[in-house]
């Protein structure tokens, strides 16, 4: 049972466009929501989070929304640059509860000139 | 510098061959974790620990042993690896609960687990 699902595998968006990544979640008890960023040969690296009593976090060209009520997160990033061309997970977790973190399938994003 | 430390990098080895993936971080942090990460399917939790001697089941913790003897070390076993085993491996850690930045995992560069 997937409870953060990044339904699309990838994305490919101009230079200079806007990269919109979306994840979406099934268990209402999620309070607090990341986003990662993963390189090859590297491990994943915190990028930007927003807690479930905000619907928006900013900071510099990227920006999560929250929509508590669809269940649903998106990951603006503009302007889109080729070295934001990464994969990125998607995580959740109740940590009113645990310190556990529940990650998505991650979206690859490619950003070209 | 603040990091997180796996080893080896890469290893191939064989069916029922005990091997240990060794994890340290250097910035007291409370809450470690190894997480496997396998095509479709996302980074899955394997095991976890909120302090020393306190180890707990993630979501696929069958055919994986950790300890927590200290708070910097956090080394998984595989006591008899199986070929559905093969996967790329991390480790991270976070101060958890009780601070702010408290939910941010820091990773570790990954192991490359190869088992015939």
């Known amino acids: 049972d997937q409870q953060v699902k990044q339904n699309s595998p990838s994305l490919s968006v101009q230079e200079g466009r806007i990269s919109i990544l979306n994840c979406d979640y099934t268990?209402?008890?999620?309070?607090?929501f990341l986003w990662y960023k993963k390189y090859p040969a590297e491990g994943p690296t915190f990028l930007i989070s927003?807690?479930?009593?905000?619907d928006k976090n900013e900071d510099g060209r990227f920006t999560v929304f929250l929509n508590k009520s669809a269940k649903h997160l998106s990951l603006h990033i503009v302007p889109s640059q080729p070295g934001d061309s990464a994969v990125y997970f998607c995580a959740a977790s109740d940590f009113g509860n645990t310190d556990k973190l529940i990650f998505g399938t991650g979206t690859r994003l490619q950003v070209f000139p | 510098e603040a990091q997180v430390t796996q080893n080896p990098r890469y290893l191939i080895t064989v069916t029922g061959k005990k091997l240990t993936v060794t994890c340290s971080q250097n910035?007291?942090?409370?809450?470690m974790s190894w997480y496997r990460q396998d095509p479709g399917l996302g980074l899955r939790q394997i095991y976890y620990?909120?302090?020393?001697?306190?180890?707990d089941k993630g979501d696929v913790p069958e055919g994986y042993k950790v300890s927590r003897k200290e708070k910097r070390n956090f080394p998984l076993i595989l006591e008899s690896p199986s070929p559905n085993q093969t996967s790329l491996y991390f480790c991270?850690?976070?101060f958890g609960r009780g601070r702010e930045d408290s939910y941010e995992q820091y990773f570790g560069p990954g192991t490359r687990l190869t088992v015939t």
């Open positions: 910035m007291n942090h409370e809450y």
């Open positions: 620990s909120m302090n020393v001697e306190v180890t």
């Open positions: 927003i807690s479930s009593i905000k």
């Open positions: 268990n209402s008890m999620f309070d607090y």
């Open positions: 991270a850690s976070s």
